[in-house]
């Protein structure tokens, strides 16, 4: 049986990072990455954005350069699936039947889209965006397309109406929900982004669900169906619902998962052996003292970075504060912390213009803030979290406050 | 290629050859240099890829404006010559750029 040393199980951010931070931590065995993807790591969040509105081209898009991973000796075993873990003789079985052993196991397992799950689901005409390749079918499908019909007002279905928006095409999205990103903002920024598409030329329908994707004979979608009985033309449908973490292998080798694959502050498994990290783990957050599984690239790599230590043996607990960030035509969004539980919420600047903030608060506490256009407001708002500083409700809605002085 | 140079916080200097049309930023991340982290993968989100530019090439690199601008204003310890490597795309002009990486981002 081939010795692999760390066996990393997926190939996105968090592999790629855990990867590299293993060599830099002063790992000395093997590093075999597991990857059912076609190529090396590349950067996911651009291909909603920049990739899909072709502003960015797929070679900026690798994460490294092949020539890093050759000189670190990381070894890619690319389009390989794992079929089975077994903690016990610590081996991994490939789908193609070859057996691995490991002296040390990372999930790096990521998460997939959910499926939509009503009539048409599978016509052709409806896509979804996740993968490289789903974004590359997209733009292959969306010649000739005439009416764009986008299900889901998350931060995917946003980022892809405009990027088609600039791309010229028509755009309607259906949101279930009363308003656009209820799950994770205020009133004040689901009103704002509304606003936004709605100048930029999209259609914004809420509150609708969907019901049906109607198809022509010929098996193609030609409208989607609402349960009010409302229709919407369309050629082409993306759905944009979410992401489900891929924890069924963890799960079947015995490793305890709950929203995610369930490590402590230093990415460890009950198994001393095993670790994970990024989009299919479930974490303690500091600052917010709760157990989290965190869908960002930023939280991927920064527990990448946690995990590899804690494979050389060392100990750096997960220290960093959630942040994301999304870029929707001249608009950047940024996040600082998470909002879960607030409370109360005060507005800094004008909400009816393209520039203000957000601040989230439980009680006197700040939670989270979000940031239109406001970056100084962003790093201000990260570090005020951060370092758990009071911060006077009173003030903040007054411009020439300096924010500075609270720090 | 031009050669840049990676300056980290004790001092120590790193040396990369970096391609035209690549950033500052993605020379570091290429050649495995620590001190800059890139969170936001270089679309000028995070402002963890601070640098201070070597001031006899900040006429070459030109200086931050808009929305990078804004953001360095509240990095740690700005100073006048800080850039975010992101945006600063290698030019053969570039050749033998110094840039000094802040204690903040190790």
């Known amino acids: 049986m ?3 040393g760390c066996i990393i199980i997926g190939g996105s951010h968090a592999a790629a990072q855990l990867a590299v931070s293993l060599r830099q931590e002063g790992w000395q065995e093997p590093i075999t990455v597991i990857s059912d993807a076609s190529s090396l790591p590349y950067q996911r969040p651009p291909l909603s954005k920049g990739f899909l509105a072709q502003k960015v081209t797929a070679d900026k898009l690798l994460i490294r350069p092949p020539a890093l991973y050759e000189t670190n000796q990381i070894d890619f075993r690319l389009q390989q699936v794992v079929s089975a873990v077994d903690p016990v003789n610590k081996q991994v079985t490939l789908a193609n039947g070859e057996c691995l052993a490991y002296s040390k196991l990372a999930f790096c397992t990521g998460a997939r889209v959910r499926r939509i799950e009503i009539c048409g689901a599978d016509a052709k005409g409806i896509h979804y965006l996740r993968d490289l390749q789903d974004v590359v079918g997209l733009q292959q499908a969306l010649t000739g397309s005439q009416q764009i019909v986008i299900v889901g007002g998350g931060y995917i279905g946003l980022e892809t ?4 928006r600039q791309l010229g095409h028509s755009v309607t999205v259906i949101e279930a929900a009363p308003r656009l990103l209820q799950r994770v903002t205020a009133p004040a920024v ?5 606003r936004l598409h709605e100048a930029n030329g999209v259609t914004i329908v809420t509150q609708k669900q ?4 109607v198809t022509a004979e010929s098996g193609v979608v030609t409208q989607v169906l609402c349960t009010d009985g409302s229709t919407y033309p369309a050629d082409l449908v993306i759905v944009g619902i979410g992401v489900r973490p891929n924890l069924e292998l963890a799960q079947a080798a015995g490793l305890e998962c709950a929203d995610g694959i369930v490590v402590d502050e230093y990415a460890r498994t009950a198994d001393p052996d095993i670790v994970a990290a990024g989009d299919c783990a479930q ?3 500091p600052y917010y003292d709760q157990l989290k599984r965190l869908e960002s690239v930023p939280n991927a790599m920064e527990q990448a970075k946690v995990a590899a230590a804690t494979l050389c ?7 960093a504060l959630p942040w994301f960030w999304s870029d929707q035509y001249q608009t950047k969004l940024q996040i600082a912390g998470l909002n879960s539980g607030y409370d109360k919420t005060v507005i800094r600047g004008d909400q009816t213009t393209h520039n203000f903030s957000v601040w989230y608060f439980h009680e006197q506490r700040l939670l989270a803030v979000d940031c239109i256009n406001q970056p100084k407001d962003f790093m201000l708002a990260k570090a005020l979290i951060s370092q758990n500083k009071a911060i006077d409700q009173s003030q903040l809605s007054d411009l020439d406050f300096d924010l500075k002085t609270w720090l | 290629m031009p050669l840049i140079k990676y300056v980290d916080h004790s001092g120590n200097e790193f040396e990369a050859d970096v391609a035209v049309g690549k950033t500052v930023m993605e020379g570091a991340l290429d050649n495995m240099i620590d001190g800059i982290l890139a969170e936001c993968g270089g679309c000028c989100s995070c402002a963890t890829c601070h640098v201070y530019v070597d001031d006899a090439y900040l006429p070459i690199t030109g200086p931050a404006d808009g929305m990078e601008k804004e953001m360095l204003s509240a990095v740690n310890d700005p100073k006048a010559n800080s850039r975010l490597s992101c945006q600063i795309v290698v030019t053969e002009e570039m050749d033998g750029l110094r840039v000094e990486m802040p ?3 190790y």
């Open chain 1, 190 to 194: 689901s009103e704002y982004f509304q």
């Open chain 2, 103 to 105: 204690e903040s981002q």
């Open chain 1, 161 to 164: 109406a405009a990027s088609l």
């Open chain 1, 283 to 285: 974490h303690p957050l």
């Open chain 1, 313 to 319: 043996g060392k100990s750096k607990p997960y220290q």
């Open chain 1, 210 to 213: 969907v019901a049906e994707f």
């Open chain 1, 2 to 4: 081939t010795h692999c």
